[in-house]
């Protein structure tokens, strides 16, 4: 059996040979490893990329939907003097309203004057027709005593 062998130079270079290949093989994988794991890179970073121009198309779109600057400025500008314009009209609105309170508070205080001047007005009235009385009595009185003299 071991004279049908082939000699141990020829085993050994036929050996060398497929170790050489081998090595091949092994290279060979080790590079479509590395180039598959860069494909799935490449594969996720343009899915990521497709993602990302669809968004920007999305704000690419709001924002020619936006007026311009200068038509945002003006309306701002219009709303900030017509925010001045009605801060000056509830300035104006709060000095009537507390105008407006001093006066109800005049006009309470002018209603019980009134009604404490009716009743003393009543008082004097009163007093001044017993006053009246009085006094024609005392003239009449006098005017007695006056005739009596004479």
Do not use: C
Not at 68 to 73: D, F, H, T, V, W
Request: hydrophobic share 40%; proline share 2%.
């Amino acid at each position: 059996m071991l004279s049908e062998l082939p000699p141990l130079e020829t085993s050994q270079a036929a050996f060398n040979t497929l170790v050489r290949a081998w090595e091949q093989a092994v290279d060979k994988h080790t590079t479509l490893a590395a180039l598959k794991n860069d494909y799935d890179a490449v594969v996720a970073k343009q899915t990521k990329r497709d993602e990302l121009q669809t968004e920007l198309a999305g704000i690419e779109e709001a924002i020619q939907s936006l007026q311009p600057l200068s038509e945002a400025q003006t309306a701002f500008e219009n709303l900030k003097s017509n925010l001045s314009a009605e801060n000056e009209k509830l300035t104006a609105l709060t000095t009537l309203q507390n105008d407006y309170d001093a006066i109800r508070g005049k006009q309470v205080s002018f209603t019980v004057a009134q009604d404490e001047f009716q009743t003393l007005n009543a008082d004097y009235i009163s007093v001044d027709r017993k006053y009246k009385v009085l006094y024609e009595q005392f003239l009449r009185g006098r005017a007695g005593i006056l005739a009596r003299g004479l």
